[in-house]
Nanobody
Framework: QVQVVESGGGSVQAGESLRLSCTASGLTFDDYVLAWFRQAPGKEREGVAAINWGGDSTYYEDSVKGRFTISRDNVKNTVDLQMNSLKPEDSAMYYC?????????????????WGQGTQVTVSS
């Protein structure tokens, strides 16, 4: 049984940092592209960052470029999202997702496995 579990969310002030972590079990981790999505109340889920199987190719949503960094450890079966210079508009539930192929963020419904999410709240 595949399990995807996020951790590291919390409440911070604008300008501060958080590091989210996601662990996945029950699958061959390096067969999967990993991605972080977020969803704020009343808004559609949006892609934030994605990383390919070997970790040598990444993709970021425009609003987080230069502030967020995605990385993965294929030995520990983890994918992290380092979030710096956080803004109130970054507040959302953050989800980790996995799929066998590199899907565009717009096709998020096709991601095969999802975690339950971790809440990030940034106050001004």
């Amino acid at each position: 049984q595949v399990q995807v579990v996020e951790s590291g969310g919390g409440s911070v002030q604008a300008g501060e940092s958080l590091r989210l972590s996601c662990t996945a079990s029950g699958l061959t981790f390096d067969d999967y592209v990993l991605a972080w999505f977020r969803q704020a109340p009343g808004k559609e889920r949006e892609g934030v960052a994605a990383i390919n199987w070997g970790g040598d190719s990444t993709y970021y949503e425009d609003s987080v470029k230069g502030r967020f960094t995605i990385s993965r450890d294929n030995v520990k079966n983890t994918v992290d999202l380092q979030m710096n210079s956080l803004k109130p508009e970054d507040s959302a539930m953050y989800y980790c997702a996995a799929d066998l192929i590199f899907l565009p963020f717009s096709r998020f419904r096709e991601y095969k496995f999802w975690g339950q999410g971790t809440q990030v709240t940034v106050s001004s």
